[in-house]
T-cell receptor, first 115, second 112 residues
């Protein structure tokens, strides 16, 4: 168990809908990363938050957005869903700052199926 | 643009044999190279990581070999066991908690 929690575990929805994925980082970790895993693209970085602020964006579609709240949990919002958005979504957390080892700890993921 | 290339895509090894997975990177700014292990239905879990100041790092049956001049690194799994059957991902990043760039993964099957 990495200490990172994600909910829900599975999500089935229809095209055009909007969903919210939730991530709670390990206790003490200030950084949260979101990754998308699909069969053809592998693991791809979406977005990074540190202590509530957006730090970096990767291959994140404009239909997707995220935020990190004062209690450090993060939410990934996916809207106007398309069939191609079906994938596993992982969040990872890490310590940042003095004593950081760059290790990212991954949650169990949310499997999104868009029908 | 794929910044980390991983091979092979799949690998079948006999129990007790050595599993070798290779990765090559392009960005010379990368200075942190972790390997992750992922079982079906689970998130990736850190296996072992290396930085460019050493050419080899060993933890139990797992060894990373690093060749900075060739921009390549590899994972060796000694005495491979059926329980090692999983998908392995190499990755790279720039120190300071930056996003990981992953290889496409290698599906390892260890057969008895």
């Amino acid at each position: 168990d990495s200490g990172v929690t994600q909910t829900p575990k599975h999500l089935i929805t229809a095209t055009g809908q909007r969903v919210t994925l939730r991530c709670s980082p390990r206790s003490g970790d200030l950084s949260v990363y979101w990754y998308q895993q699909s069969l053809d693209q592998g693991l791809q970085f979406l977005i990074h938050y540190y202590n509530g602020e957006e730090r970096a964006k990767g291959n994140i579609l404009e239909r997707f957005s995220a935020q990190q709240f004062p209690d450090l949990h993060s939410e990934l919002n996916l809207s106007s869903l398309e069939l191609g958005d079906s994938a596993l979504y992982f969040c990872a957390s890490s310590v940042q700052g003095i004593g950081s080892t760059d290790t990212q700890y991954f949650g169990p993921g949310t499997r999104l199926t868009v029908l | 643009q794929q910044q980390v290339k991983q091979s092979p895509q799949s690998l079948i090894v006999q129990k007790g044999g050595i599993s070798i997975i290779n990765c090559a990177y392009e960005n010379t700014a990368f200075d942190y190279f972790p390997w992750y292990q992922q079982f079906p239905g689970k998130g990736p879990a850190l296996l072992i990581a290396i930085r460019p100041d050493v050419s080899e790092k060993k933890e139990g049956r797992f060894t990373i070999s690093f060749n900075k001049s060739a921009k390549q690194f590899s994972l060796h799994i000694m005495d491979s066991q059926p329980g090692d059957s999983a998908t392995y991902f190499c990755a790279a990043s720039i120190s300071g908690n930056t996003p990981l760039v992953f290889g496409k993964g290698t599906r390892l099957s260890v057969i008895a």
